[in-house]
Nanobody, 128 residues
Framework: QVQLVESGGGLVQAGGSLRLSCVAS????????MGWFRQAPGKEREFLAT????????GYANIVKGRFTISRDNAKNTVDLQMNSLKPEDTAVYYC?????????????????????WGQGTQVTVSS
């Protein structure tokens, strides 16, 4: 069983940056494909980014491509999401997620239903 804990959320002005972090425990971190999602009030959860077991492979939703960067450190059991040029519409609860993958370079998992484990979320609020 994998436990995920996010941190780094907060209030930021439009155009600013935040770095979210997610630390995993209870599993072999290097065997999991990791992802970041978000959910705004009244909206469905949406995929943002994924990173394969081998950190050189990443995938992004079009809405964040060029602004957000996902990274992982398998030695520290962490996955981060660097968010730049934030907009008010980025306001949401942000979640990290994990799923076991037998493929080192898997970046195909872009739906919430693809993931087995979820953190509790961290609130990001972007003011205009």
């Amino acid at each position: 069983q994998v436990q995920l804990v996010e941190s780094g959320g907060g209030l930021v002005q439009a155009g600013g940056s935040l770095r979210l972090s997610c630390v995993a425990s209870g599993g072999t971190f290097g065997t999991y494909t990791m992802g970041w999602f978000r959910q705004a009030p009244g909206k469905e959860r949406e995929f943002l980014a994924t990173i394969a077991r081998i950190s050189g492979r990443t995938g992004y939703a079009n809405i964040v491509k060029g602004r957000f960067t996902i990274s992982r450190d398998n030695a520290k059991n962490t996955v981060d999401l660097q968010m730049n040029s934030l907009k008010p519409e980025d306001t949401a609860v942000y979640y990290c997620a994990a799923v076991y993958s037998s493929f080192y370079y898997d970046t195909s998992k872009r739906s919430g239903s693809d993931y087995s484990y979820w953190g509790q979320g961290t609130q990001v609020t972007v003011s205009s």
